[in-house]
């Protein structure tokens, strides 16, 4: 296996994974002018790449991200959100939160490909044991925050002892490892939309006053203009936007201003910040895009682009997101839920594949096997086969992006969910259980296959389409999304 460095014989691989992202918040998924979504940088990345219209990933945050770091179908990995702090002492192997110790992540195949690699942002797979951090899976360095959610502020998750936790969590190329001192951030109210009164680390972010996806973005900075470009680089970017608290720099919140005055947003101005913290990632991606053009690299690099999961459309619109015109949303199997934003870009693309759509399916698990392609290693797992736990199944996807054959590896998709199980006591189970009982321990809800069919079993929540304006004043009268609602196939 080779590596397709067009340029200096050495590449950049870049994966950039935003939580939370709806398929109508993406600019390239709405009518040109539509002023609600500013994606400038996003659009022009997908029109100088691959669109990757039917990419799927799982139907929420942790399994997505234990799929992609271990190349598995998350019912082979990890099909529940546990906290990360979950473990079951008889069981030293697998039973902890996330990716179970012995699986190989993708950060130890490319640095075994002589990669640098480095992870910034959310992780939420897996903190047990330092098998489980990143560094455990093989990044060099990392900025990172460990559970599903914390705040944009104060970087806090929780309370101990009546002092606020703080999720920070930094590890150096020099050898350390440990609380990000000094990056985090300390606010009065660390719980309003705009961070006011908030004052930054002497390490933390300058520019916005503290803010957590600003702390992330100026070490990315960093890390590019201080980089050895005869070391070829894995780059793996997972911000905390846009999931939940729905919060952002005011000069971000103010420049939508405009859906406030429409008089049709929700009480708390959902549409409005989710909508300017869509901009502001797009910025941070402009921004290292820049910095890469600059420093001659970003003709050997290949970005892919995905979100973990569809918008959430749940609880009348609380989190933000349209999946419009797809059914559904985070949380549920239905397109809206697991079928992502997603598109790779970047000069290492060969010319004609630029500013073309891919209707083939990709999963986010299959980028595990095309990055140990391009580096030149093989993506076999040989420590989790050792261990007896499931290989890999990921598909390279290499042909695809080269030009060199459109048809996809992959003729069809398991689609993952929960385990049904009739009691609570037992890690990873949900509580409700009113799937058929011989559906009760499957982890399987569907399948999606290539000749246009989508099989789906047992209870789905999260069945209803959004419109063109979601979430409004209208979906505060209505509980179609909650996820306790159910349409049984």
């Known amino acids: 296996m080779s590596c397709y460095s067009k340029g200096s014989g050495?590449?950049?691989?870049?994966?950039?994974?935003?939580?939370?992202?709806?398929?109508?918040?993406?600019?390239?998924?709405?009518?040109?002018?539509?002023?609600?979504?500013?994606?400038?940088?996003?659009?022009?990345?997908?029109?100088?790449?691959?669109?990757?219209?039917?990419?799927?990933?799982?139907?929420?945050?942790?399994?997505?991200?234990?799929?992609?770091?271990?190349?598995?179908?998350?019912?082979?990995?990890?099909?529940?959100?546990?906290?990360?702090?979950?473990?079951?002492?008889?069981?030293?192997v697998s039973g902890f939160a996330a990716i179970p110790r012995n699986m190989t992540g993708i950060a130890a195949k490319m640095a075994a490909g002589g990669y640098s690699t480095h992870m910034f942002g959310k992780w939420d797979a897996g903190m047990a044991t330092p098998d489980h951090t990143p560094k455990g899976r093989g990044y060099q360095s990392s900025m990172i925050y460990f559970h599903h959610a914390n705040n944009y502020w104060d970087q806090t998750v929780g309370m101990c002892n009546q002092s606020r936790i703080v999720d920070l969590w930094h590890s150096s190329q020099e050898g350390f490892e440990g609380p990000a001192v000094g990056f985090n951030t300390t606010c009065a109210n660390p719980n309003t939309i705009t961070g006011d009164g908030c004052k930054e680390g002497p390490l933390g972010d300058h520019w916005y006053h503290g803010y957590e996806d600003a702390i992330m973005e100026e070490q990315i900075l960093s890390l590019v203009e201080s980089h050895n470009t005869s070391v070829p680089l894995f780059l793996f970017w997972a911000p905390h936007m846009v999931h939940?608290?729905?919060?952002?720099?005011?000069?971000?919140?103010?420049?939508?201003?405009?859906?406030?005055?429409?008089?049709?947003?929700?009480?708390?101005?959902?549409?409005?910040?989710?909508?300017?913290?869509?901009?502001?990632?797009?910025?941070?991606?402009?921004?290292?895009?820049?910095?890469?053009?600059?420093?001659?690299?970003?003709?050997?690099?290949?970005?892919?682009?995905?979100?973990?999961?569809?918008g959430p459309v749940y609880y009348s619109g609380d989190g933000g997101a349209n999946n419009y015109p797809l059914r559904g949303g985070k949380m549920g199997n239905f397109e809206g839920g697991i079928r992502a934003n997603a598109f790779v870009s970047g000069g290492y693309l060969p010319e004609k594949a630029q500013g073309t759509k891919y209707e083939g399916f990709v999963t986010g698990w299959d980028w595990y096997a095309t990055f140990s392609e391009l580096a030149g290693v093989d993506p076999m797992d040989a420590r989790a086969a050792a261990a007896g736990l499931p290989p890999i199944d990921s598909l390279s996807m290499v042909d695809v992006l080269m030009g060199r054959n459109y048809t996809s590896p992959r003729e069809e998709i398991p689609i993952g969910t929960a385990h049904c199980r009739d009691t609570e006591s037992e890690p990873g189970s949900t509580s409700d259980c009113r799937m058929p009982p011989r559906y009760h321990n499957f982890s399987v809800g569907g399948v999606i296959r290539s000749d246009g069919l989508k099989i789906m079993v047992g209870d789905h929540s999260q069945a209803g389409w959004q419109g063109v304006y979601y979430p409004n004043r209208t979906t505060a009268r209505t509980k179609c999304f909650d996820p306790d609602i159910n349409l049984r196939f």
């Open 10 to 92: 050495w590449s950049m691989e870049w994966v950039f994974r935003l939580e939370n992202y709806g398929w109508a918040n993406a600019g390239w998924h709405r009518p040109e002018g539509f002023d609600e979504v500013q994606t400038p940088n996003l659009d022009s990345l997908v029109s100088e790449g691959i669109e990757l219209d039917r990419h799927y990933v799982y139907k929420y945050c942790s399994p997505t991200r234990s799929a992609i770091q271990s190349g598995r179908n998350p019912i082979h990995v990890n099909v529940v959100n546990e906290e990360p702090t979950r473990y079951n002492p008889n069981d030293p």
């Open 244 to 310: 939940t608290p729905l919060q952002v720099p005011e000069s971000f919140m103010s420049k939508f201003d405009f859906i406030k005055e429409k008089g049709n947003d929700l009480q708390r101005q959902e549409r409005q910040t989710y909508a300017a913290m869509v901009n502001f990632i797009d910025e941070a991606i402009g921004n290292v895009t820049t910095m890469l053009k600059v420093k001659g690299m970003w003709e050997d690099t290949l970005m892919v682009f995905t979100a973990d999961n569809g």
